[in-house]
Antibody
Framework: EVQLVESGGGLVQPGGSLRLSCAAS????????MNWVRQAPGKGLEWVSY????????YYADSVKGRFTISRDNAKNSLYLQMNSLRAEDTAVYYC???????????????WGQGTLVTVSS | DIQMTQSPSTLSASVGDRVTITCRAS??????LAWYQQKPGKAPKLLIY???SLESGVPSRFSGSGSGTEFTLTISSLQPDDFATYYC??????????FGQGTKVEIK
């Protein structure tokens, strides 16, 4: 069974940093591209970042570019999101989401974690 | 960036009703469109990909159609478990807002 379990969320002050983790199991993690998607309270879904299976290709949404860094450790079946210079508008539930390996122009999300809440407030 | 617009924002329906949700893209996305279902406090669940392909395990009462800029998600006979928010998503290109704003299906 595919499982994605996020951790690392919490309350942080504006300008602070946080590192999210996503532990993957039930599939060959090293064969899949992965993503972070967030959802502000009561709002819709916003794609944040993409990393290919080998980490050779990385994309960011403009809203987080230069502040967030996505990475992965295939030996540990883990995905990460380092978030720096956090702002109030980064407050959201952050989901890690798997991207199935079909040929397609951009990311699709076939499995999601349960999410971890990041709250940026003083 | 491609913009995705769903309608309606809210839909009131009864068990057994046929329900249709529309998603429009600001430019052609071919058939690179997915539909997700999200229940309160839960992660989204993939229902449909490539506009009309049913994800494994999803009930056959869900169907998708369309190509280019206009797409629909249809629930042929609404069940109690289907009351949720539905999002379309384009995967023709990377953009910060590949998702529509969502359609909440509520009990009439």
């Amino acid at each position: 069974e595919v499982q994605l379990v996020e951790s690392g969320g919490g309350l942080v002050q504006p300008g602070g940093s946080l590192r999210l983790s996503c532990a993957a199991s039930g599939f060959t993690f090293s064969s899949y591209s992965m993503n972070w998607v967030r959802q502000a309270p009561g709002k819709g879904l916003e794609w944040v970042s993409y990393i290919s299976s080998s980490s050779s290709t990385i994309y960011y949404a403009d809203s987080v570019k230069g502040r967030f860094t996505i990475s992965r450790d295939n030996a540990k079946n883990s995905l990460y999101l380092q978030m720096n210079s956090l702002r109030a508008e980064d407050t959201a539930v952050y989901y890690c989401a798997r991207d199935p390996p079909a040929i397609k122009p951009a990311a699709l999300f076939d499995y999601w974690g349960q999410g971890t809440l990041v709250t940026v407030s003083s | 960036d491609i913009q995705m617009t769903q309608s309606p924002s809210t839909l009131s329906a009864s068990v057994g009703d046929r329900v249709t949700i529309t998603c429009r893209a600001s430019q052609s996305i071919s058939s690179w469109l997915a539909w997700y279902q999200q229940k309160p406090g839960k992660a989204p669940k993939l229902l449909i990909y490539k506009a009309s392909s049913l994800e494994s395990g999803v009930p056959s009462r869900f169907s998708g159609s369309g190509s280019g800029t206009e797409f629909t998600l249809t629930i042929s006979s609404l069940q109690p478990d289907d009351f949720a928010t539905y999002y379309c998503q384009q995967y023709n290109s990377y953009s910060p807002l590949p998702f529509g704003q969502g359609t909440k299906v509520e009990i009439k």
